[in-house]
């Protein structure tokens, strides 16, 4: 039996608490693993950790504005329609959200095995 297609709207899920980051698996496929992330800003010392993958990330910004920070004074402002492809090994962290808006991301997380579609992949 064919599996049914599955649907679902972007925008709509787990809102953040104000200074928080909310992670949403929606697929996992061979090799891929499919994520909605929301931030509400101002983001709070424990959202700006820094992450450092085993795995590529795609990462596109699809409401909001966001500042990504790579270290040693490289940043990047983030607008709707931005993306960033981070190799594996990329040491990054969110810097900045909008504080005024909700901030949403759709990220593909690449590579062998990613993880399960509900971890965050982070």
Do not use: K, N
């Amino acid at each position: 039996m064919t599996p049914a297609p599955r649907f679902g709207r972007l925008a709509e899920g787990t809102r953040p608490a104000a200074g928080e980051e909310a992670f949403t698996g929606l697929a996992h496929l061979p090799g891929a693993r499919i994520e909605r992330i929301a931030s509400r800003g101002p983001l709070g010392p424990a959202s700006l950790g820094w992450y450092e993958q085993d795995w590529p990330e795609f990462v596109l910004l699809v409401s909001g504005a966001a500042v990504l920070d790579f270290g040693g004074g490289q940043e990047r402002r983030l607008a709707p329609g931005d993306w960033v492809l981070l190799p594996a090994g990329c040491r990054h962290r969110v810097a900045w959200v909008a504080p005024d808006e909700d901030t949403l991301w759709l990220a593909v997380h690449g590579g062998p095995e990613p993880g399960q579609a509900d971890e965050p992949g982070r």
